[in-house]
């Protein structure tokens, strides 16, 4: 079952672990208050601008993943924008991974983002996340860009990639 989410404390409620593993990754500190009002302003920020969670569920409405879609429609009459989508965020919980959910998912986003008017879908991932890369690219989206070091000079950087949703 999926449901969309707009609501920041329902979707922390029910996916806060995976939200900072998504995030943060090892690098989040629960004890630390600044990293959990950095982590709520993300969350805010993202819905702000224009993002939408669609949450899977069991048959049992237990949490399964998220993806969160931002799609600024943009300004009315100006055919130029409201034509993409981005994957801000995309996971499934470690007990329900390597059965197929992340492809569902995914496939959820791109039919939300063409409903909403996207053209095209953009998602990135860590340059040395070479099985998020090859996943993508199964998907049918394709490599455009790279970013190193923009996380920092101990990073690889990040790979950028497209789809256009026909």
Known sequence: MY??????DDL???FLPLIIELECGSHYDSTNTQHEAWLKNRLATLFMSGGTAICRYDEGNVPVGLV??????????VACFG???TIAMIGILPAFRSKGLGKEL??????????????CVYVDTYAN???????????????????P????????GQVYLCKELT
Request: proline share 2%; no cysteine.
């Open 83 to 85: 034509k993409k989508a």
């Open 149 to 156: 070091y923009e996380n920092g000079a101990d990073d690889k």
């Open 106 to 119: 995914l496939l959820e986003a791109e039919r939300h983002a063409k409903a909403e008017g996207a053209e």
């Open 129 to 147: 996340n070479q099985g998020a890369i090859r996943f993508y690219v199964q998907q049918g989206y394709v490599p455009v860009a790279y970013h």
């Open 12 to 14: 922390r409620a029910d």
């Open 3 to 8: 449901m969309q989410r707009r609501n920041i």
């Open 68 to 77: 969160l879609v931002q799609h600024d429609k943009g300004l009315a009459g």
